[in-house]
Structures are given as C-alpha cells and as structure tokens.
C-alpha cells in the first residue's frame, strides 16, 4: 500500500475538510478528534505525507513527536486531566484508521472510562469548547 491522499487527515491539511484546529507550526498540525475516546482528545499529524511508523522518515517522526511533548501539558492543564494516554496505531491489524501518520494525546481522569476508538461522533458544542480551553491553556503557556 502506498499513500492516498485522498485520506481525511490529508484533505483537513488541505483545507478541505472542516476540524477544530488546537496547533499548527511549519512541519506539524494537532486538532481535536471527531470521535473522541474523552474530552480533548487531540491528533497530532505531520505535514509530510507518511502513512505509518513503517514509512515515515525519522526527522518527521522526531518533529511530531516534539509537538505531541509541547502539547500535553498544556492539553492536561486545559482540562484538568490527571493523565494522559498517548497512543499511535499502525496498520489496519493493529487498529489503525486513518493512513496519515498520527499520535493520539487522550486525557485521562481516574474516575472515567476510556470510551472506544473511533466510537461515537462528539457534538459538535462540546468539541468547539473544548478545542477553545486548550487554544487558551497555549497562549498561557
Ligand atoms: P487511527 O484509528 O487511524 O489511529 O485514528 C484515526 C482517528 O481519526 C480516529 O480516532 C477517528 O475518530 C479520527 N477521525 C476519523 N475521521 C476524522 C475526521 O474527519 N476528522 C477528525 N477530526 N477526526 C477523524
């Protein structure tokens, strides 16, 4: 398989697709996922076109990575977060969804359960908010 960009991270890059934007540097971009797992989840996507861990040159890799390390104390500050997952999924087998190379950054509370990957759409109020507290949490950081 060779990438598509036809993939929605691609077209969300691309400004064709609408998303609630949280960062965006010269090499990176971060925004909210639609489906979310919990309040502020956010992916985190080079600019590069890479589908994978298999295909992705290091220095991209190294480059989003540093954006999802600039990003989680501020997202875990935003919302008040006691943890957060941060996960990474290559390949359909493994659970993979989208074949635009991403890092998942999921705040966690000790209380509230995971919900499921790629579950229920979030509305539409709450992902605005929501992508609105970690914008501020990064202009005061
Ligand atoms: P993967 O399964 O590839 O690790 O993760 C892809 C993620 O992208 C899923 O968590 C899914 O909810 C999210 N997602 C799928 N389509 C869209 C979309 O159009 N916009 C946004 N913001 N997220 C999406």
Redesign the pocket.
Known sequence: MTYDDSN??A??LRGE????KVYEDDETFA???????ADG?T?VIPKTSAMNIFDVDTETLCTTIKTVQRLAPVIRNAMKADGLLI???NEEAA??????V?F?IIPRWAEVALKP???D?GDSET?AANSEKIIAALEAA
Not at 17 to 20: E, K
């Open positions: 929605v991270f077209k969300i697709l609408p998303c609630h925004f909210l996922d639609i489906m979310p797992r989840h992916l996960q990474q999924f659970g993979q969804t989208v074949f635009h991403h998942h990957h790629a579950g759409m992902l």
